[in-house]
């Protein structure tokens, strides 16, 4: 069955970095394009960006830009996540969601990911 | 970017009650719409797609209508796991955007 494991809850500072990992079971890594979506505490979702692990490929939200990067590592059948110069705002729970003829059809469980000073 | 807007952005129903929820876009979106819900602390589900397409394993009753720019979801007889949050999003062009949910309680 379709697994997406998320890494654990992360504490970071303003102006610090954050990165996520989200591995994949259950299917053929390179076949399914990836994504990120953000919902913080007590918000909506925002869709950040997509990564096709077959090759890397990457895009981005406009208010992303510049500030996140989105791998993967095809041995392990993982991607990553990692978004810098953190503030406040950014305080949220970051989901990875895999996407193919049925869009974002299985999530990861989250990560909590809180800036604070 | 396209942006979605739903109504309501909460209802109370009872168990057994039919509920439909409705999300436009600002722009059509051809068929490129899908619904999740939601449970507290739990990530999304999807439960359509293709606006009117059962997701594997959901329950015929959640239905989905609409093309363009405008489309519903449609709970036939809601049950006590069902109370949720709901989210439209369209998938048309990037960046892919969602609507603000709709939170259905218990009455």
């Known amino acids: 069955q379709v697994q997406l494991v998320q890494s654990g809850a992360e504490v970071k500072e303003p102006g610090a970095s954050v990165k996520v990992s989200c591995k994949a079971s259950?299917?053929?890594?390179?076949?399914?394009?990836m994504h990120w979506v953000r919902q913080a505490p007590g918000q909506g979702l925002e869709w950040m960006g997509i990564i096709n692990p077959s090759g890397g490929s990457t895009s981005f939200a406009q208010n992303f830009q510049g500030r996140v990067t989105m791998t993967r590592d095809t041995s392990t059948s993982t991607i990553y996540m990692e978004l810098s110069s953190l503030r406040s705002e950014d305080t949220a729970v970051y989901y990875c969601?895999?996407?193919?003829?049925?869009?974002?059809?299985?999530w990861g469980q989250g990560t909590l990911v809180t800036v604070s000073s | 970017d396209i942006q979605m807007t739903q109504s309501p952005s909460s209802l109370s129903a009872s168990v057994g009650d039919r509920v439909t929820i409705t999300c436009r876009a600002s722009?059509?979106?051809?068929?490129?719409l899908a619904w999740f819900q939601q449970r507290p602390g739990i990530a999304p589900k999807s439960l359509i797609y293709a606006a009117s397409s059962l997701h594997s394993g959901v329950p015929s009753k959640f239905s989905g209508s609409g093309s363009g720019t405008d489309f519903t979801l449609t709970i036939s007889s809601l049950q006590p796991e069902d109370f949720a949050t709901y989210y439209c999003q369209q998938y048309n062009s990037y960046p892919w955007t969602f609507g603000q949910g709709t939170k259905v309680e218990i009455k």
């Open positions: 259950g299917y053929t890594f390179t076949n399914f394009h």
């Open positions: 969601a895999r996407g193919s003829s049925i869009p974002l059809d299985y």
């Open positions: 722009q059509g979106i051809s068929n490129s």
